[in-house]
């Protein structure tokens, strides 16, 4: 499940979004000051750590290699551009060593599908950036049906989740002149006729909601005129607009989904001045629509429905309120929903099956659904890449572990799929195989991981390892291709592993819902568990264990190393959430109450104090040397969190590495070359701690 981010347009510059640097005084916080993203004091102390962590990671030996080998990888040219189905072709962005900010480009079908695509530029981002002095980074582009070649475009300076929004015509490649154009801030749009758009925004400063979304919805016409057509609660996680888009590209009904939680929502149909509720339980998100059917995945049982069931209702039954669910697929118990998306006249399903893919494709028949499945690669996990409103192709990738990825082009209608690109292996795979076990958690719970060991290995504990974790907002982890980490690290002789612990969604809303507030504990048993289970079968031990996370793994990996200090020799710490106590007033945190619990409630705060690992470092305790690694531009997961835990480190005589990059956001792979630094310090790093 995405963060809270929705992504909107407008039609006149209207004023920027503030940015929210200064933090509210915290008095107990001696390191409150690094909050201040921008403050010259926290800049002047993020320049030194990065100093003091290149002379460390840049002048190793090794270095050199590695950032060749993750340049080449990040940057060649025989990579697979990556399709977005537009006006007949595909789209792309394209980036390399020489378009470092990218290209957004187009290519009939016919042209893609051959081993050297006719590619028509129509926008340089490099280009635009020198012209204007900006860091522009692409974000997307929302092209008006049928023609779709007035596109709304979506460009964020330095990386962050924060977008200015320009109308751009594709057939003369170029802005229009006096178009729709919306300021820099976190907002959603969509079209809803040729002179009309639909937006969530932060309208008029203080319109919005604790976790810095809008919260008020309006249509935006071209002569600047907005009007309202729904409000939510300032209190709300924030508010955004969906369009049900039929054939041809008209606007069949407009939907509105207010976010109280990030988990919690409510839908209401918004019918020529009319409010209309659609009932569904809390737990549901909106999917897809196709056929005239309004397609929602339930997160909870309700109605006799399960928890993961995909259930439909006709749009005009909706106006005339005489609307029942159907039901589409009803996942089993070691079964979930990735993924859906919509064709012309298919509706289309990315499945995990024991954390292994496979891709359904269901049709409307005389009021019922009939499945039938893609013919993909077996044993693969896969990714919806693109799917046409147009007809009934889609583009679907496949890749594993040793597996690279391939490209497919599938009929959703005829349930065929033929190979079109295959990206050309970047590493030795043959050395290496893939085993799946189960670890058993504190609480008897039964926890699947992957490793990816060489076939060689001698099983004594010796096996250099890196265990990535992630574990929260139903986000699962099956196994991908990681060029990187196979030519950089499995070529080396090493070993990686997927932790599927509870939080993600690898077995649905029940794996993710068993974890949620006061039972987060229960994700960081599982974590271990699988650390002891590698000990145990002799795998690998402590002294060559390394993890690695990301984000909400970010919690995970300074929650594990403040634990379990004993089972492991490294941490990379990345982009992450740390200081659990003040998440909820740091960036897009509000957002995420639903998944931790509310530190200003005290029996919230009591749960989440135990484990916060900020608030939990402890003097005299041997830590293994962790490397901290975030990102200026980041607005969705605040640096300050990555600032304040290295600092706190410092003041307590603990060794550490920090790092910050300056641009990239969230992602933090915005630049190819910076994304191979990137790689090449973490690497450098994992090496020294688990190999030498």
């Not at 910050?660 to 191979?676: C, K, M, S, V």
Request: proline share 5%; hydrophobic share 40%.
């Amino acid at each position: 499940m995405k963060l809270f981010l929705t992504a909107l347009t407008g039609a006149l510059l209207l004023a920027p979004m503030a940015h929210a640097q200064v933090p509210a005084q915290v008095a107990d916080d001696p390191f409150a000051w690094l909050e201040e993203v921008d403050g010259p004091k926290a800049l002047t102390w993020v320049e030194g750590q990065n100093a003091r962590s290149a002379k460390r990671l840049e002048t190793d030996p090794r270095y050199g290699a590695y950032l060749a080998e993750a340049r080449t990888i990040f940057t060649a040219k025989d990579r697979i551009p990556w399709p977005v189905f537009r006006a007949g072709g595909v789209d792309n962005l394209w980036q390399d060593d020489t378009h470092v900010h990218g290209v957004w480009r187009h290519a009939t079908l016919a042209s893609y599908r051959s081993a050297q695509p006719a590619w028509d530029t129509l926008l340089d981002l490099d280009a635009l950036s020198k012209a204007e002095g900006k860091n522009w980074i692409w974000k997307g582009a929302t092209c008006l049906k049928p023609a779709q070649t007035l596109c709304l475009v979506e460009l964020s300076d330095g990386g962050g989740d924060a977008v200015e929004v320009r109308e751009f015509d594709a057939a003369k490649k170029a802005f229009v002149t006096g178009g729709f154009r919306l300021a820099e801030g976190k907002q959603g749009f969509d079209w809803l006729d040729a002179d009309t758009l639909v937006a969530d925004r932060i309208w008029t400063p203080g319109d919005e909601t604790p976790s810095g979304y809008a919260y008020i919805v309006k249509t935006l016409a071209r002569d600047g005129q907005a009007r309202e057509v729904y409000r939510g609660q300032k209190t709300d996680v924030g508010v955004s607009p969906i369009v049900l888009r039929g054939a041809g590209g008209r606007a069949d009904g407009l939907m509105a989904r207010r976010g109280i939680t990030f988990f919690e929502n409510e839908f209401v149909l918004l019918e020529a001045g009319r409010t209309i509720p659609i009932a569904l339980p809390a737990k549901a998100e909106y999917q897809a629509y196709v056929d005239g059917q309004a397609v929602f995945e339930l997160k909870e049982a309700w109605g006799g429905y399960g928890a993961g069931a995909l259930i439909a209702y006709d749009l005009q039954a909706l106006k005339a309120g005489t609307a029942k669910p159907v039901l589409i697929f009803q996942p089993g118990p070691r079964q979930a929903i990735t993924e859906v998306d919509d064709t012309q006249g298919r509706l289309v399903v990315n499945l995990l099956d024991e954390v292994k893919g496979a891709v359904d494709v269901y049709d409307l028949k005389d009021g019922k659904w009939t499945a039938a499945r893609l013919a993909l690669p077996k044993d693969a996990t896969f990714t919806i890449r693109s799917a046409s409103g147009d007809d009934d192709q889609v583009f679907v990738a496949a890749e594993g572990f040793l597996d690279p990825t391939s490209l497919w082009l599938a009929d959703a209608a005829a349930g065929t799929a033929v190979s079109v690109k295959t990206l050309p292996a970047r590493f030795k795979a043959a050395t290496h195989e893939v085993k799946q076990y189960w670890a058993t958690s504190s609480d008897g719970a039964k926890i699947p991981y992957f490793v990816v060991l060489p076939k060689a290995a001698k099983l004594d504990g010796s096996l250099p390892t890196i265990m990535y974790g992630y574990g929260g907002f139903e986000v699962a982890k099956p196994p991908i291709y990681l060029p990187e980490m196979g030519k950089i690290w499995l070529e080396r002789g090493g070993a990686y592993v997927i932790a599927n612990i509870r939080g993600g969604g690898e077995f649905g809303p029940a794996w993710h819902d068993s974890v949620l507030r006061e039972k987060r504990q229960l994700s960081f048993d599982d974590f271990a568990a699988v650390a002891r289970d590698l000990a145990a079968r002799k795998i690998t031990s402590a002294r060559r264990l390394g993890i690695y996370g990301r984000s909400n793994g970010g919690v995970l990996t300074t929650v594990s190393m403040t634990q379990h200090p004993e089972l492991w020799n490294a941490v990379v710490v990345e982009s992450p959430l740390i200081d659990m106590l003040r998440y909820h007033k740091l960036s897009a945190g509000a957002s995420w109450i639903g998944e931790y619990g509310d530190p200003d409630v005290a029996a919230d705060r009591a749960f989440i104090e135990k484990y916060s690992a900020y608030q939990n470092l402890k003097a005299g305790v041997k830590y293994p040397e962790p490397y901290i690694t975030t990102n200026t531009r980041d607005d969705r997961v605040h640096p300050g969190h990555a600032r304040k835990f290295a600092a706190r480190l410092e003041a307590m005589g603990i060794p550490y590495l920090y790092y910050e990059q300056t641009f990239g956001g969230h992602a933090n792979d915005a630049d190819p070359e910076l994304n191979a630094r990137r790689w090449a310090r973490h690497y450098v790093y994992l090496t020294q701690k688990l190999m030498d």
